[in-house]
């Protein structure tokens, strides 16, 4: 049973770019979450997808969106890139109201 | 709002001892959720234990067990006979039961086993 899986696992990116980082989630799960990790900080709460909508959001400009896909795979897009985005992207899977399996993450560089 | 508080940046234990690893917490909510994870360097989170706020026993997982005083709104973790492996960061997070499940983390403590 294939648990958490993210892509790519590093990526090297200029300011003011775009990019799209992608997660599939756990056999079963229909919940995506999204968290932002800085260096030597917790994970901060991006957003969260349930049934192809945006369920809830935290504190992220709108430059961060995202989309979930019928089979509940999910994408985090992000717009106009600054060097404050570098961080690992954390995708975490669950059927709702339950227990967050999270993938290894996406390192993003922004420079 | 809901706030994690991790106040031990680093710790170290020797091999084979015990270590307690502080978290505290702040919520008006009544029903909550609180977690451990462990993070290796290759930046997994990996759930370890979790203990809900209406539990009355104190959760435990092999050698995690969480040690809650809710009035105190405290959720240490105590790792048992450490092993190499435990050395990783830990995050302590909260989620509350009511809307959306997000967590809330704290900043985290680095744990060195010492052979």
């Known amino acids: 049973d294939a648990g958490v899986t993210q892509s790519p696992t590093h990526l090297i990116k200029t300011r003011g770019q775009q990019v799209t980082l992608r997660c599939s989630p756990k056999s079963g799960h229909d919940t995506v979450s999204w968290y932002q990790q800085a260096l030597g900080q917790g994970p901060q709460f991006i957003f969260q997808?349930?049934?192809?909508?945006?369920?809830q959001r935290g504190n992220f400009p709108d430059r961060f969106s995202g989309h979930q896909f019928p089979n509940y795979s999910s994408e985090l897009n992000v717009n106009a890139l600054l060097l404050g985005d570098s961080a690992l992207y954390l995708c975490a899977s669950s059927l709702e109201g339950y227990e967050q399996y999270f993938g290894p993450g996406t390192r993003l560089t922004v420079t | 709002a809901q706030k994690i508080t991790q106040t031990q940046p680093g710790m170290f234990v020797q091999e084979k001892e015990a270590v307690t690893l502080d978290c505290t917490y702040d919520?008006?909510?009544?029903?909550?959720?609180l977690f451990w994870y462990k993070q290796p360097s290759s930046g997994e989170m990996i759930f370890l234990i979790y203990q809900g706020s209406y539990d009355e026993q104190n959760a435990t997982e092999g050698r995690y067990s969480l040690n809650f005083q809710k009035a105190r709104k405290s959720a240490n973790l105590v790792i048992s006979a450490s092993q190499l492996g435990d050395s990783a960061m830990y995050f302590c997070a909260m989620r509350l039961q009511t809307g959306a499940n997000n967590l809330f983390f704290g900043t985290g403590t680095r744990l060195t086993v010492i052979p």
């Open positions: 919520t008006s909510d009544q029903s909550y959720g």
């Open positions: 997808y349930y049934e192809e909508e945006e369920r």
